[in-house]
């Protein structure tokens, strides 16, 4: 049977990767040792995936191994010959780096160039997709000029970036947070990997990643953590922006059936921009009305003055580049139907 890695393999997209490739017939190893329940908690704990995952597919191997153990990882990689890895393990939080940058930078940084360097050693015929970030453009979107209108920020239709942000934007000379920090230097690791030692390594930058199986936190995962709040009738707390802040966002579904199209014609040192793209775009004020049409529950939510440090307040995603390379590629969840999802997967969990 054809071997592929996966780290994060409980989290939202790591799972969706597990059930998408298992159900291609492939036998899927792992690497999962649930920090995000230690990150925030039990809301952020991913033990429930993990356990499911498991029942559901014999040919799923779960080790319960920290990325930062150059070792282990080794071992892994050493042991199975793999066709593809998809790293998706990270500490994801941009609050949470600000207070502890040291082991943010170990897992997203040094954790990346721990399985880089097992895989150029021991599976470099495998493609490596690494899931990257937007924040790794720091806050430079926030110099566009943006138009404030009656419920998000917005750009003017004739501007450059109206149909999202493309791969062209300077990473350099901006306000990141520990988080995207250390995002950019694994995302510029990876490439590097691909283009120094001439290994198919491809990077990811995408924006807000969403599905019914994110296990939202108040620190992470904000549409999951939204949903969750107005279900269990607990107020919401927006920071800043009035709430206009505007967000793209993609099913955990569509990312996966992107990597996959890449798996099967990668590049080498590569990166793309993605996200749900402009139609799939929304400020928190939008979606707060958006779930109380599908949930028929009032919000409760109190909007503060104070911004996250270094907050976007607009992002969209330009998926042209990774659409003219892999025109093949589509969009198949709106954002609608994910949160009628996501609603439906908070419902089971009271």
Known sequence: MK???????????????????????????????????????SDGSVAKNNSALKKQFDQYIHYNI???????????????????????????SHDWSGKYPFIDFEINAYGTVILLDAYRKYNPDAVFIFTSSSKVY????????????KTRYDLPKSHKYYRGINELMSLDN?????????????????????????????????????????????????????????????????????????????HSFDLVNAFYHAFKKPTSGETYNIGGGRENSISILEVIKMIEEITQIKARFEIHPVSRRGDHI???????????????????HSLKDTLKEMYHASIKQL
Not at 314 to 332: E, R
């Open 138 to 149: 720091g806050d430079t979107p926030n110099t566009l000029k943006y138009t404030e209108r």
């Open 174 to 250: 901006s306000l990141h947070s520990p988080y995207g920090a250390g995002k950019a230097g694994a995302d510029l690791m990876v490439q590097e990997f691909g283009k120094y030692y001439g290994l198919k390594t491809v990077v990811f930058r995408p924006n807000c990643m969403t599905g019914p199986a994110h296990a939202g936190a108040k620190l992470h995962g904000f549409l999951s953590y939204l949903v969750k709040c107005i279900v269990q009738r607990k107020k919401y707390i927006v920071n800043g922006y009035h709430g206009k802040q505007v967000r793209d966002n993609i």
């Open 3 to 41: 071997k592929i890695l996966i780290t994060g393999s409980a989290g939202l997209i790591g799972s969706e990767a597990v059930t998408f490739f298992a159900n291609k017939g492939y036998q899927v190893h792992g690497i999962d040792n649930n920090q995000r329940g230690q990150f925030f908690g």
């Open 66 to 92: 920290d990325i930062r153990n150059k070792k282990k990882i080794e071992e892994v990689l050493r042991k199975n010959d793999f066709e593809l890895i998809i790293h998706t393990a990270a500490q994801p």
């Open 314 to 332: 607009w992002y969209i995603s330009d998926n042209s580049k990774f659409k003219k390379q892999y025109p093949q590629w589509k969009m198949t």
